[in-house]
């Protein structure tokens, strides 16, 4: 039980006649927790969890992102490419460089929208002590370098480094497969870390 | 020498880039041979030949993410520094250890409380009878400490049910309901109670003091909102602090206060609030255990649905003694309990039995079949138990007359009212107790008058915001011994005492302080029950006034020394 989070919190009222008492607040969490979503800037941060949030997120392993550390985990990457080369391969119209395209961008936004996008755990076992992370954040507990990112990181950059080859190095192609590379790439950064880009 | 001069001189800028160029070429092409040698590099070799294409840039692009491939590969895992721990060598634990020395994990009794263990009563027989005998003395006693309100644990019909089911089906349920735990006998008083309510769930469970602590956290999450009651009980207070959600108290039994906040969530939280929308929960008790209260329900239920909340009320004492048949505190408002969205109710005190339960619709309580962790992990409760409670139930309705009355609680109901009337009409006695409850309360709460309170120098309220114990909660000092409650709970025992050696028996609320962490203050309280006669009412009605005047009359602060 964290004791710093206890502290009385007056609710900002706009009316003077409400101002009798919110003394009442022993387990109110900071409403600073609510107002943190009232940042209207485009890029913001992720705070810190409290102790308790912590000790929640210890208390039982993690089920959401724990099987990304399983050999099969990584061989359903490999498998998924090739599955979706071939898909593309047999739609009709579609040239080998643009069947190699789509693959990597086929791959790349949905490894966005899994590991970048979406957030919390899709069921419930520590009372959402997850619920402002994303699944990246989640993996390792936050560690970054473990083999499984390593990994993760590598598998868009092999992708882009086939798709350029074997798209005989068409500028169009390149410019626009070099920026899906970024887009599964750069978000797995180090640097980029629980930060949060809103435009909306 | 004349002949080089002219040489150089004569050689131009781009001419010295292509000799260069060759030169480096030519070291390039034997490279490129060697790497050829190497097992695979006449693939890289005809990779990168293929990639260049006649356009360096390209290459160069290349050449970048595959150094900062590799670079990120090589590099080593670190921790993101946002665990909050110290790392300690082991020495530095070693000398920790030893330097550590346990406290005591019971702490022995001191003098200055000896008295808590010497006022418990010991009577001959088990059972909460409103007749009772002491142990040592054989002195016979007026119930009025327990909250057996229909006093039907030792009716016949009862205990016969109860000695019928041990001969059938033993003593215990031996497992989680979910786990063999449940017999018929559960399912058929699941379904009693859904008749008697009329709602369409009821779910069993264990004990009723985990129920609610089962209950809430298995529909909130953080991130979800609360709005309670700042007078509910510590069940609900560590349901609260389970649940993890944002809770935020209203003034005890202000709903205009709450109405305000409800108003300025509205407004300032809930309009910024991103992604999935929360639950909000409206937390208060049927009639409150601490102070004998009941919130004004028409007026919740009007709120919740204004402001679209859910609420959740905690019956465990009022099902069975409010409203004309025993329905609780909707009953008594002429609301229907389906208006409330949960309801979490004992069966420990009127029905006699053990454990709690949950009442509301059908999708609520099948969530709890595997969501709420009592019910999955917790054990059954035992068949006859449950056999108490279905008969209970059945005697309540079995006497109804037919304005819906049933005669059981009509007689109660009187005589509370009568008791009632008696206590809180009394000027002389006004001047040095309050009456906190209300006049349908089964149990009557009386509160030392606040003059009497500041006379004796006693604070405001012992737990809570900017209390003494908050602030040793706060510190983690382990010692609780606050010498004014421990004075003013001497001086409810005292009465509680005097009032014992005239035959009638009264108790005390009593509280675990250090969980406490809203603000209560102890009360003597007088719980009415069926088996007592309107005339042993009056008389009890003069002996706690004659001794209440005895014990408060000329106390000063220096007097709690004699008591």
């Not at chain 1, 919110?22 to 940042?39: G, I, N, Y």
Request: glycine content about 6%; some cysteine.
């Amino acid at each position: 039980m964290s004791t710093e989070s206890r502290e009385i919190t007056p609710i900002t009222s706009a009316s003077t006649t409400t101002t009798t008492t919110h003394t009442f607040s022993p387990e109110t969490q900071e409403l600073k927790q609510q107002r943190r979503h009232r940042s209207s800037s485009i890029i913001s941060h992720v705070e810190e969890e409290t102790f308790e949030e912590k000790i929640d997120q210890e208390a039982t392993p993690n089920l959401n992102s724990e099987w990304v550390h399983s050999k099969g985990a990584w061989v359903i990457h490999i498998v998924i490419v090739i599955f979706l080369k071939v898909f593309y391969n047999l739609v009709p119209g579609v040239t080998n460089e643009w069947s190699w395209s789509l693959t990597n961008a086929t791959y790349v936004i949905g490894s966005y929208i899994m590991f970048h996008y979406v957030k919390g755990i899709p069921w419930e076992f520590n009372s959402g002590a997850y619920d402002n992370l994303t699944m990246w954040e989640q993996l390792d507990s936050g560690d970054f370098y473990t083999p499984s990112k390593k990994f993760l990181v590598g598998v868009p950059i092999w992708l882009f480094l086939c798709t350029t080859h074997y798209s005989h190095y068409d500028l169009q192609s390149f410019v626009i497969n070099l920026i899906i590379c970024a887009v599964g790439v750069v978000p797995k950064l180090p640097i980029f870390d629980r930060l949060r880009i809103t435009f909306f | 020498m004349d002949h080089i001069q002219t040489m150089s001189t004569n050689i131009t800028l781009p001419e010295a880039f292509t000799t260069t160029a060759h030169h480096i070429s030519i070291y390039f092409q034997k490279l490129i041979q060697l790497i050829e040698f190497i097992p695979g590099g006449a693939i890289i070799i005809r990779y990168i030949k293929s990639s260049h294409k006649n356009d360096p840039f390209r290459t160069f692009l290349e050449l970048i993410l595959v150094i900062f491939a590799i670079r990120y590969f090589t590099t080593k895992r670190y921790e993101s520094k946002k665990r909050g721990f110290v790392k300690l060598s082991e020495k530095e634990v070693k000398e920790l250890v030893d330097e550590w020395e346990p406290e005591p994990l019971v702490l022995p009794v001191t003098a200055k409380e000896q008295w808590r263990l010497d006022a418990i009563p010991i009577v001959e027989k088990p059972g909460y009878d409103s007749k009772l005998k002491l142990q040592e003395t054989s002195q016979s006693l007026v119930n009025l400490a327990s909250v057996n309100f229909l006093n039907l644990s030792n009716d016949e019909q009862t205990t016969a049910e109860a000695k019928r089911i041990i001969r059938q089906n033993g003593v215990g349920a031996c497992g989680p309901p979910n786990f063999y735990g449940n017999q018929d006998i559960h399912i058929d008083l699941e379904q009693n109670i859904c008749k008697f309510f009329g709602v369409e769930g009821c779910v069993l469970y264990g004990q009723d003091f985990a129920t609610t602590q089962s209950v809430l956290p298995s529909f909130l999450k953080r991130g979800d909102y609360v709005i309670a009651d700042a007078g509910i009980n510590i069940s609900i207070q560590k349901a609260l602090l389970l649940s993890r959600a944002n809770v935020t108290y209203y003034n005890h039994n202000d709903l205009n206060h709450l109405e305000d906040i409800l108003k300025e969530f509205d407004e300032e939280v809930y309009k910024y609030e991103k992604g999935p929308i929360p639950r909000k929960f409206i937390v208060t008790e049927g009639l409150f255990a601490n102070t004998g209260d009941i919130p004004y329900l028409p007026k919740l239920i009007e709120l919740k649905t204004k402001h679209k909340y859910r609420l959740f009320v905690d019956e465990t004492l009022s099902i069975g003694s409010l409203g004309k048949s025993g329905r609780g505190v909707s009953e008594l408002f002429g609301i229907p309990v389906t208006q409330v969205d949960i309801i979490v109710g004992s069966l420990a005190t009127s029905l006699n039995a053990a454990g709690g339960f949950c009442i509301g619709d059908h999708v609520m309580t099948y969530h709890q079949r595997i969501g709420s962790l009592a019910y999955c992990f917790s054990a059954s409760l035992p068949a006859y138990v449950t056999k108490v409670a279905s008969t209970v139930l059945h005697i309540i309705d079995s006497n109804k007359n037919e304005k819906g009355e049933s005669q059981i609680l009509s007689s109660l109901h009187s005589k509370i009212s009568a008791f009632y009337n008696l206590i809180s009409k009394d000027q002389p006695l006004s001047k040095l107790i309050t009456v906190t409850s209300s006049p349908e309360s089964p149990i009557v709460h009386l509160q030392l008058n606040s003059t009497i309170r500041t006379a004796l120098g006693l604070p405001a309220s012992y737990t809570g915001i900017g209390s003494e114990i908050g602030r040793r909660n706060k510190l983690g000092i382990s010692d609780k011994f606050i010498e004014e409650l421990n004075n003013e709970e001497k001086l409810l025992q005292y009465i509680i005492n005097l009032v014992k050696s005239r035959g009638i028996l009264i108790t005390r609320s009593t509280f675990t302080i250090s969980q406490e962490s809203l603000a209560v203050l102890p009360h003597l309280k007088i719980c009415i029950n069926d088996g007592v006669s309107k005339d042993e009412l009056t008389n009890a009605f003069n002996v706690i006034k004659s001794e209440v005047t005895t014990a408060l009359t000329g106390l000063t602060a220096d007097g709690f020394q004699n008591l």
